[in-house]
């Protein structure tokens, strides 16, 4: 074999191991930033556990890409589930044309959510199909997925990178559902360190690959020692110009709500 053959095979060789190494370095990096996004959505998670039933009352104001406004009063409740996801109650009480409609949510960790809502003009309970999750919300800038509780199976998680926003330190977080039928290619948040808080988040529509809402969550409150929640929350769709402010202005916990609360058969009778 010709020495000059023999240098261009070891190049080969030499150049198949580098890439080869660089592909196990990216490996090992692909899994360290996974496991990191994973622990700190763990512990997200795990700081909002035990507040066990609340009940809220909320403004919604939707804004056409022009300004105009229009607002509605709303009441939620909400009932937090051992070993599955929470079970969450929406009831509109104004203006006239919405007063009376109700959105029942069961969250679930492992398994499609159910979801149904109750249109008074019509006496109807309609079930909102798993895929129709991306759909608007009665007519708002939040989607039927986002009206479900955030749950870890729910997504697979990645560490991107630390920022500072508003002055505080952030992690900041890549989500991508495992659901099929979800409307979101992926979802970048915005967790502070000290609390674990969301402050901001940017959703990827699936269909297009490109950013199309961002949710800002500011003005918040700690209630009980120990669970925060944002008395605000602003969706802006990038691809509209529409938005949906969401303001709290009071929530109590510790309610007394349980299961019965919380059924398909309640959904007319809700008050």
């Not at 007063?99 to 679930?108: E, N």
């Not at 609390?195 to 990827?204: A, D, G, N, T």
């Not at 669970?227 to 602003?234: E, H, I, N, S």
Request: contains cysteine; glycine residues 6%; neutral net charge.
């Amino acid at each position: 074999m010709k020495p000059k053959f023999c240098s261009t095979i070891a190049a080969v060789i030499i150049a198949l191991l580098s890439l080869n190494q660089l592909a196990a370095a990216q490996s090992a990096d692909d899994k360290a930033a996974e496991d990191k996004g994973l622990a700190i959505s763990t512990e997200r998670k795990a700081r909002d556990k035990g507040w066990g039933s609340s009940e809220s009352d909320i403004q919604m104001i939707l804004r056409d890409a022009q300004g105009e406004e229009n607002v509605r009063s709303i009441r939620t409740k909400a009932l937090e589930m051992e070993g599955d996801g929470d079970k969450s109650l929406t009831i509109f009480e104004q203006p006239a044309d919405v007063k009376g409609t109700a959105f029942l949510t069961f969250s679930h960790i492992n398994e499609p959510d159910e979801q149904w809502l109750y249109l008074p003009a019509i006496k109807r309970v309609k079930r909102i199909s798993s895929n129709n999750k991306d759909g608007a919300f009665m007519s708002s800038e939040f989607a039927y997925e986002d009206m479900s509780s955030f749950e870890l199976g729910k997504y697979k998680f990645t560490y991107l990178r630390d920022e500072t926003l508003n002055g505080q330190d952030c992690f900041v977080v890549q989500s991508v559902p495992t659901d099929k039928f979800s409307g979101y290619a992926k979802i970048v948040s915005w967790i502070d360190k000290q609390e674990y808080r969301v402050l901001k988040s940017e959703f990827y529509d699936r269909r297009r690959d490109q950013l199309l809402k961002t949710m800002t969550m500011s003005e918040y409150k700690q209630y009980l020692g120990k669970y925060w929640r944002p008395l605000q929350l602003d969706v802006v769709n990038h691809l509209t110009g529409k938005s949906t402010r969401l303001v709290i202005n009071d929530i109590k916990f510790n309610t007394g709500l349980d299961d019965n609360d919380f059924n398909k058969n309640s959904l007319k009778r809700a008050r």
